[in-house]
């Protein structure tokens, strides 16, 4: 899982969406793939998928000659992992496309060596595209995919509407004005995930804190109080030995408070009062949670703690009683010791459902490709991004199908009955409400890094006399920000 920096807990950059649930659909035996002990899916599985779409009336026809295309992944969860969930994929598309042969090939450290590949052609017809890179690979000096605009609208099989809105427009690019999340469909959405908040329901029950809600989002005064109430000083050394949470999401904070990190048109450090009351107000709490709260001790892990280990790591070391973290997180967070369950990401009142990015995959067609095999090509995009695929996508236990439809189908959710955690449906409402990280703002996300995330060490200096005021750190960000932007 790639991760950058905000604060000394979390920020979005790529994020690998393979979303590891450790849970499989029911019914899954006789595997398909390549072997791999997490990846096991039956060819009857995949006959009952495709029947129930064949009793629906969908029509899966290619009348072009056979053909070979290439495709391109990344190995981000693992090589063998990721070949895997592909070639159950692309077991379903070889019953209904049978004259179309793939080339699977999954590359290491792909968003890095992979860009190199356009200058020189040496492109996949059909390629991975995640959010982290969308911004920059089609907005690069040579077009790299195609408009899938119109191919889209002609398909019987693809149905965007019923898709997670911020899975769609975060592939859309509009030439015009330079912007995504409008314009032209550029690529087909394959996953979502989302951010939620992972609590230990025994710390909970041992220091008598009432659960958090199932129901609905708890505002940020609310969870103030739960996590004080959970950070203890155990030993009585002055300071916590168990804080009450890492992971807080600043863009969450920002975004749920009401504002943003840019203007609207991304040209510069945001001037509407309602942004810069949001960023004042979040980037106060995020001092708070260090310094105020909890009588001045603080209620999230400074980060003399977190360098001994991710957020996650802590809250499995039992360090913090929750965790704001990725569906991602669910194999490794399964494997701990104590109760757990999840909630919503706490947030302000003005947009509570903004409260974390989420993150996703998506599949280009290479703009350079043989003409020849463009219809085939379009054939295995739309397979990826229809429910039929998606179904046996989520099948593998790999990730949620992105059609709200389908995912909170009653069948769907029925898989999820017995195991953890108890509430499965906040991973999809969360991801249904979620936007895109900031790296897709722009092509270079240097503005966040060398201006928010950077000069927030000032904002949390433990010194308290050398610790900037929430006015002056953003004063200084709004001068590094419209240097580089």
Request: proline fraction near 4%; hydrophobic fraction near 35%.
């Amino acid at each position: 899982m790639k991760a950058k920096r905000v604060l000394t807990v979390l920020c979005g950059a790529s994020v690998a969406i393979v979303l590891a649930f450790g849970v499989l659909m029911s019914g899954c035996a006789g595997g398909i793939g390549s072997g791999d002990e997490n990846i096991n899916v039956s060819q009857d599985q995949i006959t009952q998928i495709q029947q129930k779409y064949d009793e629906a009336g969908a029509v899966y026809e290619y009348t072009g000659s056979p053909v070979t295309i290439t495709m391109s992944h990344w190995d981000s969860d693992g090589a063998s992992i990721e070949r895997a969930v592909l070639e159950v994929l692309l077991e379903g598309f070889n019953k209904r496309y049978p004259t179309i042969t793939v080339d699977l090939e999954i590359i290491s450290d792909y968003e890095t060596t992979y860009s190199t590949r356009f200058a020189t052609n040496d492109v996949h017809d059909v390629f991975l595209v995640s959010d982290g890179v969308f911004t920059n690979w089609v907005k690069g000096s040579t077009q790299t995919m195609v408009n899938l605009s119109p191919y889209i609208a002609a398909s019987d099989l693809v149905d965007m509407d019923d898709m997670f809105e911020s899975v769609v427009t975060r592939y859309q690019y509009d030439p015009e004005t330079g912007l995504t999340g409008q314009g032209n469909q550029m690529t087909m959405p394959r996953d979502i995930s989302s951010h939620v908040m992972y609590y230990n329901k025994d710390l909970f029950e041992e220091f008598g804190v009432e659960l958090p809600p199932s129901d609905r989002v708890m505002t940020i005064e609310e969870a103030v109080e739960m996590w004080e109430a959970l950070t203890k000083d155990l030993d009585g050394d002055g300071e916590p030995d168990i804080y009450g949470v890492a992971g807080l999401s600043t863009e969450g904070l920002v975004w749920s408070a009401g504002g943003d990190f840019l203007n609207d048109s991304r040209t510069e450090f945001p001037t509407e009062k309602s942004d810069v009351d949001a960023l004042t107000k979040a980037y106060q709490f995020i001092q708070d949670a260090y310094y105020k709260y909890g009588n001045g001790e603080g209620i999230t892990p400074p980060g003399t703690v977190t360098q001994t280990g991710d957020a996650t790591a802590l809250f499995a070391q039992e360090m913090v009683a929750t965790v704001i973290a990725g569906s991602w997180e669910l194999a490794t967070i399964q494997g701990n010791s104590f109760d757990w369950d999840i909630a919503y990401v706490p947030a302000f009142e003005e947009n509570p459902g903004a409260n974390a990015w989420s993150g996703s995959v998506s599949y280009a067609i290479y703009s350079g490709i043989d003409s020849a095999k463009l219809d085939a090509a379009w054939k295995l995009v739309e397979y990826i991004g229809c429910p039929e695929g998606q179904e046996i996508l989520a099948a593998t236990g790999f990730q949620f199908p992105i059609y709200e439809s389908v995912a909170f189908s009653e069948d769907y959710l029925a898989a999820y009955e017995n195991t953890k955690p108890s509430n499965y449906k906040i991973f999809l409402e969360s991801a249904s409400t979620q936007p895109a990280g900031t790296w897709m703002y722009l092509t270079s996300d240097q503005w966040k890094e060398l201006g928010y995330d950077g000069l927030s060490a000032h904002l949390l200096d433990t010194n308290a006399n050398d610790r900037w005021t929430v006015e002056r750190f953003l004063d200084e960000c709004k001068t590094t920000i419209n240097q580089l932007v």
